[in-house]
């Protein structure tokens, strides 16, 4: 007889990447194979821009929100209940109510952090009595060992694990893919990606300062930004940053692409940029889909992009807010064709090794198992 586990954790509508790995738990082969699943949808959020916004009908949503958590453990009688939950802010203190109602009601409980913020609230009075409640008696998935740091205050190193995400495998023939990134060797102007929507943490500002220092050096490349337009940064502001550069020309903006559209520009690429200082950074997804197209990855130290990207053999970690040091690890991988192809390679071994979606939802199955 299967163990009965009920999942409590972000899906689309909206899409983000959390929400992304739980529509993955939600249709794995593999979990629903080893444990009788059930699913309840944690947001509250309809959109994007819903997201971190207060209002009465987001009230009343978490109130059938509770009311649903509550009728189906007392009918399902779940041997693990798992949720994602927001590590900080008011987005805590709404999933501290559904985790504390959880425990109180004896269930074994393990949470899946997606974010990261708990060191940062951890010297507010409320925060931290919050937080030794609230970690008491559970267990905690991080996606990174580097993200232990954020919660060590109160969890033990014996009470986490850590599994990182991992995405679809879209390259099916791996050499032809590196027959793609070949093309870029010779007597072409290397081409550098940034793929993210325009926000000025995730490096948009950074990259074009480094790209204009790349400029006055003398070095040749084409970078194309691909990404949704946002509140901080619109088409017609981000053209006005390049045009201050004077890099019209050699930075080109592209808007939002999806599935086969975007699926070009990574193949197209030769080295991936990915500046960010974004304070809720913790395992972007975007660096595991630049490693499997066989890019090297130049990107920060922030959150846990340690564990994806190492240093010096997949591509490059530069400190946040460093534009100099940015633009210096791109003109290596601009100037060195071979190195690019090596690091690229290197990218896509350990992609394979730890990144997929298969060895995620083993990883993931292996962790329920030990906590049922």
Request: glycine share 8%; charged share 25%.
């Amino acid at each position: 007889m299967k163990q009965k586990i009920l999942f409590i954790m972000h899906m689309p509508p909206p899409v983000h990447g959390a929400a992304m790995v739980g529509q993955y738990i939600h249709d794995s082969k593999l979990i629903n194979e080893k444990f009788e699943g059930h699913y309840i949808n944690l947001t509250t959020a309809k959109n994007l821009q819903d997201i971190g916004k207060v209002g009465f009908r987001k009230f009343v949503d978490f109130v059938k929100l509770l009311r649903r958590i509550r009728k189906s453990l007392k009918t399902i009688n779940p041997e693990l209940v798992y949720v994602t939950p927001n590590a900080c802010g008011g987005a805590f203190y709404k999933d501290y109510i559904v985790v504390q109602m959880i425990k109180r009601m004896g269930y074994q409980v393990v949470v899946h952090y997606h974010n990261k913020g708990v060191s940062t609230r951890q010297n507010r009075f409320l925060d931290s009595f919050l937080y030794q409640r609230f970690f008491k008696g559970i267990k905690v998935i991080l996606l990174s060992e580097c993200l232990y740091g954020d919660v060590k205050k109160y969890v033990k190193r014996e009470d986490v694990f850590v599994c990182g995400n991992g995405i679809p495998d879209v390259i099916e023939n791996s050499a032809c893919s590196e027959t793609v990134a070949s093309d870029h060797i010779d007597g072409k102007v290397p081409h550098v990606l940034f793929l993210s929507n325009l926000l000025i943490s995730k490096g948009v500002v950074v990259l074009l300062d480094s790209l204009k220092v790349l400029k006055e050096k003398g070095c040749r490349f084409v970078c194309d930004f691909v990404g949704g337009e946002t509140v901080e940064m619109d088409a017609a502001m981000f053209q006005a940053e390049v045009a201050k550069r004077e890099l019209e020309g050699m930075v080109v903006y592209h808007g939002r692409k999806y599935g086969n559209d975007k699926e070009a520009f990574l193949n197209g690429a030769d080295i991936f940029v990915f500046p960010t200082f974004y304070h809720n950074e913790c395992f972007p997804l975007v660096l595991l889909e630049a490693m499997q197209h066989h890019l090297p990855c130049v990107s920060t130290t922030e959150g846990g992009i340690p564990g994806i990207i190492d240093d010096g053999k997949t591509g490059f970690l530069v400190p946040k807010h460093d534009a100099e040091n940015l633009a210096e690890k791109i003109q290596v991988l601009l100037t060195d064709a071979e190195l690019r192809q090596r690091m690229g390679k290197a990218g896509r071994e350990k992609f394979e090794k730890e990144f997929t979606l298969e060895v995620f939802e083993k990883r993931m199955a292996e962790i329920l198992r030990e906590n049922v």
